[in-house]
């Protein structure tokens, strides 16, 4: 048994460099592969795959992802749960490449489509058993092979007529790495759980005006496997827990109105105690039941302050998918493609931010001030070692958070893969974000600034925003209503979440919640005129799924990210009241709680 | 129940007197699933879940019953329901706040889609034949509970087997993916309506589903599959039957991989019980289905045939949603009440060949203007008629090798080098509308030539029939004397719904079959990885 796996190794990793193996990390391998079935069976069925060619075009890289998870989930209304579901799955996600890291049969929009019969289920069976695995595996690389075939051969098809204004190469070299991580569990208490989601739901009994609300909990564990035909070997524990509250009404204009929150934690184990989720539950309470009375916002433009953690919701949400980038998908001349590009793409060594202020990217970094990071990891999605990234220096854009699709005006992959995407390409996100500024002042400075800029311009008051509904908690139908609004409001650019707290400023310091404002084409340029920063720094975790807005609910593959910032002020933001018809409330009453 | 009632009279009343316009009817619809599935390949568990839900299904109709906002239009098939999730305890707090919620949304939708209704009759020549049709049928207020049994079932047990089951099929060397599923559901049913209607009714379903796919060197694909189904675990097939199923499609597979192909033809063929459960289903039974003798763009081909002959006279049709159990099996598609609280009860639609009624639900269709307990849905769609046991009787019953004696003298009289036997087909699929060629799609899996002179019969492969409905079924010659059970679910407009069809063997004096148009990618390029680990 010993002897197979030293022999196994070698040939996975025959197909690179045969580097100098290290023996300490050789007869670690062979050890996880004697010890592993799932991680035996990749390599034993990767190894054939590379023997493919039976359509006249070799393999050149081929690899596979997949999970070995559980998950436990549970959810309740007004005190009552809704069933508790516990749910194992290894999803798989081979991919092979075909023609030459110069051209290959990814980033195109065929990349993900075969025309032949399917026999591989997406999945790998839930039992160790070496024979099942490497069968499910062997359907799936088949497939992937001749998918690859195919789409290589529509890909240059679509090419032919077109003059390519600098050709890019569709795969840039990376270094195997092996991480071997304990395949650990810790202990999820169903009964405990869904006592307390029972009872945070039933807080919103306190509250019979909000006519929709509950509480969910999600828990999901278990090992992440990655392996390469260049050698490279991953295992890592992976886990994430987050407890999701929601609450709508509506006002008595009609207008409908909700507001959420999630906490996360990346060792279910260690969620925050009850009494603090209990406070997260009272806040969204709270601030629906407030939302209802608040008068209307007006149409503004004018000095407006991200006051606590709304300023990294805000950096979260324009930064944190604009600084990821990924290439336009090769397609017939002609046909549209529905694929919003970033838009810092074009502007690296340019200023987008003041001169004083950085961004850094930091996927090493577990804590912050004592509190856990929700966007630490070890290894990307491409089986890369991320490391610590300036991505904006003194104002100016430095780098941009790559995969190992090349990217123009960059070198190489920095390991931000962090989710699954279509056309055989991954999507770079942010990790642990922060914003740092080297001119600080105080946060009542900041109040003080924010009303004086006011006054000089002559306006009755300011705006302060201390939440915005970053990821979204609306439902698609709200999605569609805000990128209608978007688009018909002129100022361009991509949807960004609504304010769901934000507040009147008058010259006396007083403050007064309105609802129903919307930025009006709020994008990264107006981050280049941050008037100042405050001097505490606020941390805002959130789960990344890929969806506009981060949709809460919207993707399967969720990813945890942090963005630590300090208050901000802006010297000119526009802000509009949502437009649009408003539903009549309920001719009937709701019944009594 | 009683939270479900209160706020239904609640919100009726306060409706009622408020809204504009008012309903007239509101029926809350609570579906409780309690479902599992386990599922093995190649000696591994693939797949495993449980799952409990609770749905309520509002229905609000307002206007009148004579016109109202379910009123069909141009084919448009309105839905309101909207299928809410509601807590699986019986909180008064939350269920009723949903209720309310789920009422509020769908009366909405109910006063837009009245007020585009009247305002588009208006702007239509009436038909004749449907203008004086009211919308909804009066039905006389049911009520009855009947208990669903907690059967004891325990997934382990079944774990174990299904993964041994499952590694049978590592012997067939040509397969390329199997699987053995075991599926299973308590369904509780409670329906309540503003007519006075208060229900309570359901039913389990096991299903045990075995099917093994591979693929000829020249791209044809192959599928062979067996279901069994039963509304007590103690009924499922014992193990031996089991292991056979497994042995029997993996060997079918085999031989089908060798089989000649299907060349065209035209003559006398034999469809097994099952083969023809799926024919009886998808060409009679989708056409027998009232709500589509009212829908214009519908093909509409019995509308004008009741009392008139549809079938050979030899043969009689029931709809008996009341029976449980036929030809030794259990069934799928009884149950006590409809989706809209109407009693299920036997139908008799047509006898000795002539067309005696429809399946119908509360929409009324000329000539029928009551629902006979038809009306069906899956959760999250508004019901229209459906099928659910659909029994075909013969009075020209010959054994089984008679019938096959009948099939070699009509082989001999047409002069046809061989007939065909179709002992396997897939589920299929028609089209009823007009737009569409009023054709069907049953694609035969299992199908032998078997010839005159009794040599043996000879398998083959990728036979594909071509015909239109009316003329395959007056062409029946005769059937067996033994019934046989096709259980399956049929979807249509309004979601999937269990049903079966119990038919003897029928020999057909004649059927046409062309070449399946065959895929041509490769199978695995690779071989398949040892069985045995090393």
């Known amino acids: 048994m010993k002897h197979f796996g030293l022999v196994l190794f070698a040939c996975l990793a025959a197909a690179a460099q045969p580097p100098n193996p290290d023996p300490a990390v050789v007869q670690k391998v062979n050890a996880a592969l004697n010890t592993d079935p799932v991680l035996r069976a990749m390599a034993e069925e990767l190894g054939r795959a590379k023997s493919l060619r039976a359509l006249g075009e070799a393999v050149y890289f081929a690899e596979i992802s997949a999970d070995d998870a559980e998950s436990f989930s549970v959810g309740a209304t007004l005190g009552a749960a809704f069933a508790p579901q516990r749910n194992l799955l290894r999803p798989l996600r081979p991919l092979v490449r075909v023609g030459s890291p110069r051209f290959d049969n990814t980033g195109s929009i065929f990349s993900d489509f075969y025309s032949g019969s399917r026999f591989d289920t997406g999945a790998l069976p839930l039992e160790n058993n070496v024979f099942a695995l490497r069968h499910a595996l062997w359907l799936a690389l088949d497939r992937a092979y001749k998918t690859a075939y195919e789409a290589l051969g529509r890909k240059a098809a679509a090419l032919r007529g077109v003059t390519q204004s600098e050709p890019m190469p569709d795969f840039w070299p990376a270094t195997p790495v092996v991480v071997l991580e304990t395949p650990a569990r810790v202990r999820i208490d169903d009964a405990a759980w869904t006592q307390r989601v029972k009872q945070l739901s039933a807080v919103f009994a306190a509250w019979p005006a909000i006519t929709a609300s509950g509480v969910d909990f999600q828990a999901s564990q278990g090992v992440s496997y990655y392996i390469n035909t260049e050698g490279s070997i991953v295992r890592t524990n992976d886990r994430i827990a987050f407890l999701h509250v929601r609450a709508a009404l509506q006002a008595a204009d009609g207008m409908l109105l909700y507001d959420g929150d999630s906490v996360e934690s990346l060792d279910p184990a260690r969620m925050p105690p009850e009494e603090e989720l209990r406070r997260a539950v009272e806040a969204v309470a709270r601030n629906v039941d407030a939302l209802a009375r608040a008068p209307l916002g007006e149409s503004y433009a004018g000095p407006v302050l991200f006051e606590g953690p709304a300023a990294a919701q805000i950096f979260a949400e324009v930064f944190g998918a604009n600084l990821g980038i990924t290439r336009k998908p090769v397609a017939e001349p002609g046909r549209t493609i529905p694929v919003l590009a970033s838009e810092l793409e074009g502007r690296l060594g340019l200023r987008v931010l003041p001169e004083w202020m950085d961004l850094v990217d930091d996927p090493g970094a577990r804590e912050f001030q004592g509190r856990p990071l929700l966007g630490f990891y070890l290894v990307d999605l491409d089986g890369i070692r991320p490391s610590r990234l300036t991505v904006v220096e003194k104002g100016v854009l430095k780098t941009l958070l790559t995969t190992r699709q090349p990217v123009r005006g960059l070198d190489g992959p920095n390991g931000r893969s962090r989710l699954p995407g279509p056309f055989g390409v991954k999507i770079p996100r942010i990790s642990n974000l922060f914003v740092q500024a080297s001119h600080t002042e105080s946060e009542p400075s900041l109040r003080q600034r924010l009303i004086e800029l006011a006054k000089k311009s002559g306006r009755e008051y300011a705006i302060v925003i201390r939440k915005t509904d970053f990821p979204s908690q609306g439902s698609l139908e709200d999605l569609r209503q805000q990128a209608a609004q978007a688009g018909r409001s002129g100022a361009g650019g991509r949807p960004v979440s609504a304010p769901v707290l934000a507040y009147r400023v008058y010259a006396d310091g007083r403050e007064e919640l309105v609802r129903g404002l919307r930025f009006r084409g709020l994008g990264t340029r107006h981050f280049r005129d941050i008037l100042a920063a405050g001097d505490r720094l606020h941390q805002f975790d959130y789960l990344d799924n890929g969806a506009p807005l981060a949709l809460t609910g919207a993707g399967s593959y969720v990813v945890g990210c942090s963005v630590i910032s300090p208050s901000v002020l802006f010297e000119e933001l526009e802000l509009e009241p949502a437009t649009g018809d408003l539903p009549k409330p309920p001719v009937v009453p709701p019944p009594p709680l | ?534």
């Open chain 2, 1 to 534: 129940m009683q939270i479900l009632a209160s706020e239904l009279e609640r919100n009726f009343s306060i409706l009622r007197e408020k809204a504009d316009p008012p309903p007239y009817y509101i029926s809350y619809r609570v579906t409780d699933l309690d479902s599992g599935t386990l599922s093995a390949s190649m000696g591994a568990i693939t797949q495993q879940g449980q799952n409990r839900r609770r749905n309520l299904d509002v229905s609000v109709r307002a206007g009148s019953p004579k016109l109202d906002n379910f009123h069909l239009l141009k084919g448009e098939r309105p839905r309101f329901t909207a299928s809410a999730a509601l807590p699986v305890e019986d909180s008064a707090a939350a269920i009723a706040r949903i209720a309310w919620r789920e009422t509020d949304r769908s009366w909405r939708a109910a006063a837009q889609r009245l007020m585009q209704v009247q305002s588009a009759i208006r702007m239509q020549a009436p038909d004749a034949e449907t203008a004086d049709l009211p919308d909804f049928s009066e039905e006389a207020p049911a009520s009855g509970f009947a208990g669903v049994p907690q059967h004891r079932f325990s997934p382990e047990a079944w774990s174990a087997k299904l993964k041994k089951w499952s590694l049978i099929f590592a012997e067939y060397s040509p397969l390329i993916s199997s699987n053995i599923t075991l599926r299973w559901r308590r369904e509780v049913r409670t329906f309540l309506s503003t007519e006075g209607t208060r229900v309570q009714h359901g039913r389990n379903f096991y299903h045990l589903e075995i099917s093994a796919r591979a693929k000829g060197y020249d791209g044809n694909d192959v599928t062979s599959y067996e279901l069994f189904d039963a509304e007590d675990p103690a009924r499922l097939p014992a193990d031996e039957a089991v292991e056979k199923a497994v042995r029997r499609i993996g060997g079918q597979l085999t031989a089908l991989l060798r089989a000649p192909a299907a060349e065209p033809f035209v003559g006398p063929a034999i469809l097994s019980g099952r083969a023809a459960g799926v024919f009886f289903h998808e060409i009679f039974g989708h056409r027998i289905e009232g709500h589509r003798q009212r829908d214009e763009t519908e093909g509409q081909t019995f509308a004008k045939s009741a009392g008139k002959p549809v079938l050979p006279e030899f043969l009689s049709v029931y709809s008996d949603p009341t029976l449980r159990r036929a030809a030794g099996a259990d069934l799928n598609g009884w149950y006590d009440f409809d989706d809209e609280g109407v009693p299920a009860r036997k139908v008799t639609v047509v006898e000795n060949g002539i067309l005696k009624t429809f399946l119908l639900s509360r929409l009324p269709i000329p000539g029928f203007p009551r629902s006979n307990g038809h009306g069906r849905a899956q959760p999250g769609f508004e019901p229209v008629s459906r099928q659910a046991n659909l029994i075909v009787e013969s009075s020209r019953q010959v054994s089984p090798d008679e019938l096959r004696e009948l099939l070699r003298t009509e082989i001999r009289r047409q002069n046809k080098p061989y007939g065909l036997y179709f002992e396997q087909v897939s589920g299929g699929f028609t089209a009823t509308r007009r737009g569409g060629a009023q054709a069907f799609t049953v694609i035969p899996l299992v199908v032998y030539r078997v010839f005159a002179d009794g040599r043996p019969d000879e398998l083959i492969r990728g036979a594909d029939i071509v015909g239109t409905p009316l003329a395959s079924f007056s062409k029946i010659l005769a059937t067996s004397n033994r019934p046989e059970v096709f259980n399956g679910y049929c979807g249509a407009e309004s979601g999937d719904v269990p049903v079966s069809v119990v038919v003897p063997a029928v020999l057909v004096a004649e059927i046409e079959i062309q070449r399946k148009p065959e895929s041509k990618d490769l199978g695995p390029i690779l071989p398949r990885p040892p069985a045995e680990g090393r």
